[in-house]
């Protein structure tokens, strides 16, 4: 049995402290909880921070001074050992939405005065007893569509305020048999080694069954939307994904981790590809994009059943020379 209660200990007493924090000591609850030379990722326009003081001052004081009362609701709380490095850190993974009221522009997005949810997912490098890393990967364009705006104009799925798992077990405070864990990884990096093949000379429905479930759910970033079933993900997400890219890189995972059912990976980015087939409405383009991505898994017997996705779509947008956030005015 694994032991990653110091770690899990940690990152539930940094929420704690930080969800309860005035804004005036959110950077001294920073301060306590993490390294010297902590690193924070997250997605545009926040970017890379290298300072508690940019990452207190950046995101964590403007979106609470918006988004009044804030309260976390987790789904998904698990850690792990990262096979990326051959297990010698430690990471724990929290996925779930930042529930608050709307009452202060943030962005450029005004405010409604009115419940929003801010989907999150988190991975935290614990050393020392410190959090030394945090990826900190949040659907900005879901926020903006509970705001009533139209961010995208061609999504292919359903946009949703997403659920946690269907079996309402993913926050695992208590840690799992390593052997449960181990079968989450094996599904998922069966998946990762079909999916880098884009093609395995299999038609795509047939390649997907073999690592997921017929009834699989696909909870995707807002712009794309949610897909269900091998058969409509196929057709509303993968396929027109795969039509639309070309030159794939390869994957530049920073972490991947797995414990008992759940498993996830985050990158920066994860890959580069172009999109010269052109994607959600854009026009064919032969620029290398970055996608910054965490993927959440979860496992059900020996394949994959449900899988929520955080895409930086803006960051995509904006190296098309598209800025979202910029043009606010021309889309509400």
Known sequence: MPNFQKEKRLVRDYYEALDLAQNDAIVGVLRDFTSPRYVWRAFHPFHLQNSVDSVGETFWKPFRNSIRHMQRRMDVFFAGKNSIDDGASVWVCSMGHLMGLFDQPWLGIQPTGKIVMLRYAEFHKIENGKIAETAFYFDIPHLMIQAGYEPFKKPTAMHLVQPGPATHDGLLFEDAPAAEGQKTMDAMHAMINDLGTWGLG???????????????????????????????????????????????????????????????????????????????????????????????YRREGDKLKENWIFIDMLHFFAQQKIDILGNLKEKR
């Open 202 to 296: 299999l038609p795509l429905v047939d390649e997907l069954a073999r690592t997921w479930h017929d009834d699989m759910i696909w909870w995707g970033p807002a712009g794309i939307g949610a897909s269900y079933t091998i058969e409509r993900y196929a057709k509303q997400h993968s396929g027109p994904f795969r039509a639309a890219m070309s030159d794939r890189s390869s994957t530049g995972h920073i972490a991947r981790i797995g414990e008992g059912h759940y498993s996830g990976f985050f990158g920066w980015p994860n890959f580069i590809a172009k999109p010269t087939g052109g994607f959600m409405g854009l026009p064919p383009s032969d620029k290398p994009c970055e996608f910054r991505v965490i993927d959440i």
